[in-house]
Each structure stands twice: as structure tokens, then as C-alpha cells.
């Protein structure tokens, strides 16, 4: 690195921070050495003064008893003894002030002379011992006030120092930070001065050099990067240019329209579709105010275009075009990145042909329920007057008459259906809700299709694997219909000689009905539109047929779906299919 760019920023501010850091540390650290001798001065002190009060109440304690030894019986003249001079040496390693050393001699040379006649001490005697003791507890009194009296002028003096020391210290530091910063933030200062000039990148940029190594390193690398800049400005735009109009390329090439607004609601799109609805050229719809673009220009279709985008609530819209009616569903997107809202879009797609679709499968249905309710009448009838006298056929026989004759009631009910859904698109399924033993309801079911499953020697199993839930709340009319669809599906799908299985079981709170047939199945491509409404699977094998609308598993879900349960698919290993109804379940009461 070159040596002219100067010293580093961290050595500088290295060096700074060493000199405050270093004058701190030397004001704690007198700190701390003047307040721990202050600290340690007074409790030695008052430590052996402590000491030596307590030996004179020891002495005196002693020397009063010896004073009525006789008339105490209690008192023990050894204990005594033992007590005056065990005093007398805890004084001697606690003597600490001037003049208490020749107090206690004086004190243990009238305790020898005593020593003879202790059971009866003189007068004189007691009058100077009891004068030597008071001596010796005036003195440490009056050195325990002395030395705190000592002790707080000396901690005031500590304080005051401490003090002033720490403004200074202070006053040190902020001095040294202020021209730490200066000398650091100068040639910053003319760096972001120059910037913020906002030159031009067509010329060259010239920064001030520093006496910081960083701070140069930074200049030049500036520098550098701002020449690359303006290298690159051209290429930036010329990149631009070929981005928008890829992307204007993609927005007109889709089929849908689509119209753009921008945060303050100005056109910024239009394309080739949505020009054709508008009835206007995007350039002169481009740059003028969504909501005034009606005075500017002769528009088609603007009122609804402009009503949408505040107080419908319809997905689809009826617009004029060339004179024909075209039918559209709509989208309104909001443009947002994580800085907050930047426009509208608005895409419309032409579903005219969709709608026609389905506007002719309801009418076709709707004929075809008014068209089926005559012959199903006279049918009705027939087999009323057929079931009237059943008794005169065999046993066989009354079973055909009796399932004909429910098949022919749940027909017309399903056609009355269909006919209230052809005249009103958003009609919904009524349902009569029935509490029924589940095994004993679906074997009632079972029975005319095990006739039709006997003609093509297949053979229904009914699998009961239920325990306790064994009742379902059901429509009586619509629900043996799905099973009568899926039972149908089953026996035209499996071959001769197969097997189609009828399981009942519980799943936690719900009842599984599955019916599972050995058939082909249904092809992996198929498999997500089986429930799409007039759907067929197609067969390469042609002696299976097909349903005949393909409507079937559609209604089928519709009805399990009002019943509260699911209708699903899955394939049968290793092969045929499996739908699974699934129901909630009931206790025999009918309560969940």
C-alpha cells in the first residue's frame, strides 16, 4: 500500500481513544486507592477503641464483685480473678492511643497490690481503680469521635478532589472527541459537499485528497466507480429501452385486454384488445387522467369500464362490440412493491362463447326434464297399477316390480331438479334430511342393481365394517341416486366374471362408503375433470359405453355435498377405480 495515502483512520482513532481511556483509568484508580484507605482507616480505628471499652467493662464487672464476694455466695473468687486479668490482656493487644499504655500498667500494678485482700478492697483502692477505668474509657471514646471526625474531613477531601479531577478529565476528553472528529470528518465533509451538488455524469469527478488512509482509499475508489458510471449510462438506457418494448411486445400479443394505471389513476397501457373496446388509439389514451379521458376523447364502452372500478361486485360485464353483444369476466389488480401502491390493472376476458356454452347445456337440460316429465308420468302410472297387483307374481318378480317402481319415484325427483336448475342458474339442492341405518338402507339399494349385476355374471359384495356410528342423516330421495350413479359406473365398467365391493367403515366422525370396481380405470390425464359438468371419459375399448351427458358424477358431488360430506377419486391397485363418499356421522337418535 502506498505510504503517501496517509496513516490509517484506526490508528488515529486508536490513538485517541488510548490517551481518554488512559485518564479515566488513572482518575479510577486513584479513586479507588483513596477511597479504600478512607475504607480501611476507620474500622481499624474504632476496631481496637471497640476492644478497649470492652475490656474495661470486663475490669469493672470483675473489680465491683470482688466488692461483695461475702455477701454473694454465688460469685467464685478464681472466676473472678480470672476474668479482672483476662480483661487486662485483651486492653494490652488493643492499646492504640497516647497515654492508655501507662493507664493499664497503673491499672495492673493496683490489681497486684490487691491481690491479698480481694474479699475487701479498701476505699482508697476503689477510688482509684474506678478513676483509672474512666480514664481509659475517656480516652477511646474520645478517639472513636476523633477518627470518624478524621475520617469524613478526609472523604470530603477525597470528594472534592475526585471532582475536580473528573472535569477535568472530562473537559480533557470532549476536547480531544472534538478534534478527533474534525480532523476525521473534514475531507468527509468535502466528499458529500461535491455529491451533493448532484454533478452531471458526463463529467469527471474530482474528490479531495486526505491525511486518512481510508478516507483515501475511499476518494479514489469513487472516483473510479463514477467514471464507470458514466460509461455505462448509455448502455443503461439503450437497455431500458429494449426492456420496455419486450414488455410492451408481450402485453400486445396477449388475448386478453388489458388496461394500466398508474398511482394518480393517468393511463400508462392499453393494448391492441382493450383499443378495440375503448374504440380509441393507445397513444392518445396514454398520459391523460382514467376519469376525464371521456372528454378528451369519443369513447365505447367507457361507463361500464369506469363503473367497475369502484361499485361492481360482479366478476362479468356485458359489453358492445361492433354491434354485438359480448359477455367478458374481469379482473382488477392492485401494482405494489414493498414501497406501497404504484397503479391499477384491469384485464378483461372474452368468455362469450363460454357463456353461450353453458347458457345452451342449461337449456338443453331444462328441455330435456320438460320433455322427460310426460312419458315418466305414464310410466308412473303403469307401474302404481303393476305394484297394485304384484301379489300375483313370484317372489323374483315382486323385487323387480317393487325397485322399478322407487327407481321410477327417484327419476322424476331428479328430473324435477334438473328443471328448477335450468331456470335458475344459482338454484341450490333441497334436501328432506332423514335419520337411516346406513347398512340396512344401502342394502335395500342393492338389490335391483345385484339383478342387473347377476345378467352380467358380476358380483356385488357388501362389506360392513362399521361398529358403533351406524346411522346417517340423508335425503332418501337424492342420496340412492349417487349410489345408484356410482353403482351403474361400477357394474358397465367391470368385466364379465368380475367383482364390485360395497365397504362401509368409520373414519373418526365420518362414515366411508366406497364402491370399488375392477374396470379399466380412468386415465391419469382424466382424473382432474371427472367432476367437470358433461365430461366423458374417452374409451379405446368400444365395448364399453359411455354415460350419456356426463353429468352424472357432477351432480352426484353437488348432492354429497349438500348432505355436509366429500365425493373423491382415487385408482384401485392393480387396477379399476375407487370413489369414496364420505358422510358425517350420527348416533341412532340422529344427533351428531
Not at 475490669?59 to 455477701?71: E, Q, T, V, Y
Not at 345452451?360 to 322427460?372: Q, R, T
Not at 382415487?570 to 350420527?586: D, Q, S, T, W, Y
Request: glycine fraction near 6%; hydrophobic fraction near 40%.
Amino acid at each position: 500500500m502506498d505510504d503517501h495515502l496517509g496513516a490509517p483512520l484506526g490508528h488515529k482513532i486508536k490513538r485517541g481513544f488510548f490517551i481518554i481511556v488512559a485518564l479515566f483509568a488513572i482518575f479510577g484508580a486513584g479513586m479507588i486507592f483513596s477511597i479504600y484507605e478512607v475504607g480501611q482507616n476507620v474500622p481499624r480505628v474504632i476496631h481496637n477503641n471497640y476492644l478497649s471499652i470492652v475490656a474495661v467493662g470486663g475490669m469493672r464487672s470483675a473489680w465491683n464483685g470482688f466488692r461483695h464476694l461475702k455477701s454473694d455466695p454465688t460469685k467464685n473468687q478464681a472466676d473472678l480473678i480470672q476474668k479482672f486479668e483476662e480483661s487486662v490482656a485483651l486492653e494490652k493487644t488493643a492499646i492504640s492511643e497516647p497515654g492508655e499504655s501507662d493507664i493499664v500498667s497503673s491499672i495492673q500494678t493496683l490489681w497486684e497490690e490487691s491481690k491479698n485482700h480481694l474479699g475487701k478492697p479498701s476505699h482508697e483502692e476503689s477510688i482509684k481503680m474506678r478513676r483509672l477505668l474512666n480514664q481509659l474509657l475517656d480516652i477511646n471514646h474520645k478517639a472513636i469521635f476523633e477518627g470518624v471526625a478524621a475520617n469524613n474531613s478526609m472523604v470530603r477531601k477525597v470528594m472534592v478532589i475526585g471532582v475536580l479531577f473528573l472535569l477535568m478529565t472530562l473537559i480533557l476528553s470532549i476536547f480531544i472527541a472534538k478534534v478527533m472528529a474534525e480532523r476525521l470528518s473534514a475531507p468527509l465533509k468535502k466528499i458529500t459537499n461535491i455529491l451533493y451538488q448532484n454533478p452531471s455524469l458526463d463529467r469527471h469527478l474530482t474528490l479531495p485528497e486526505s491525511a486518512t488512509l481510508e478516507v483515501n482509499i475511499l476518494s479514489r475508489e469513487m472516483t473510479k466507480i463514477w467514471n464507470r458510471l458514466s460509461d455505462m449510462k448509455q448502455l443503461d438506457v439503450e437497455e431500458l429501452a429494449k426492456r420496455e418494448s419486450k414488455l410492451q411486445t408481450i402485453l400486445n400479443s396477449v388475448d386478453d385486454a388489458i388496461l394500466v394505471l398508474d398511482e394518480k389513476n393517468v393511463v400508462v397501457h392499453c393494448n391492441p384488445e382493450m383499443e378495440v373496446i375503448l374504440g380509441i388509439k393507445a397513444k392518445d389514451a396514454i398520459g391523460v387522467d382514467w376519469s376525464s379521458l371521456e372528454n378528451v376523447l369519443e369513447l365505447k364502452n367507457y361507463e361500464v369500464l369506469k363503473e367497475i372500478f369502484s361499485v361492481s361486485n360482479s366478476p362479468s360485464l356485458e359489453l358492445s362490440l361492433n354491434g354485438k353483444e359480448r359477455f367478458f369476466e374481469f379482473q382488477i389488480k392492485s401494482i405494489a412493491n414493498d414501497k406501497g401502491h404504484h397503479g391499477t390493472a384491469l384485464l378483461l376476458r372474452d368468455v362469450t362463447e363460454k357463456y353461450q356454452q353453458d347458457r345452451l347445456k342449461a337449456e338443453f337440460i331444462g328441455v330435456l326434464s320438460h320433455e322427460l316429465k310426460t312419458p315418466l308420468q305414464s310410466l308412473s302410472m303403469g307401474l302404481e297399477l303393476l305394484y297394485d297387483k304384484k301379489k300375483k307374481f313370484d317372489a323374483k318378480d315382486q323385487l323387480l316390480i317393487e325397485t322399478v317402481n322407487d327407481d321410477a319415484a327417484r327419476i322424476r325427483a331428479v328430473a324435477s331438479e334438473f328443471m328448477h336448475i335450468s331456470r335458475n342458474q344459482h338454484h341450490s339442492l333441497k334436501l328432506k334430511f332423514e335419520t337411516v341405518k346406513l347398512y340396512e338402507g344401502i342394502e335395500g339399494w342393492l338389490k335391483p342393481f345385484r339383478l342387473v349385476a347377476d345378467n352380467k355374471n358380476v358380483r356385488i359384495n357388501l362389506v360392513n365394517r362399521l361398529e358403533k356410528l351406524e346411522s346417517v342423516r340423508i335425503d332418501k330421495v337424492k342420496f340412492p341416486w349417487v349410489l345408484s350413479n356410482l353403482l351403474s359406473n361400477a357394474i358397465r365398467m367391470t368385466p364379465v366374471g368380475g367383482v364390485i365391493q360395497v365397504c362401509m367403515q368409520q373414519r373418526e366422525k365420518q362414515l366411508s362408503i366406497e364402491v370399488v370396481d375392477q374396470g379399466p380405470g380412468i386415465p391419469l390425464e382424466c382424473r382432474d375433470k371427472i367432476f367437470e359438468p358433461y365430461f366423458q371419459v374417452p374409451r379405446e375399448n368400444t365395448d364399453i359405453e359411455n354415460g350419456f351427458l356426463g353429468i352424472g358424477l357432477n351432480i352426484a358431488r353437488e348432492v354429497i355435498g349438500a348432505h355436509d360430506g366429500t365425493l373423491e377419486f382415487r385408482p384401485n391397485v392393480p387396477k379399476g377405480a375407487i370413489f369414496e363418499v364420505m358422510l358425517p356421522a350420527h348416533d341412532f337418535e340422529g344427533t351428531l
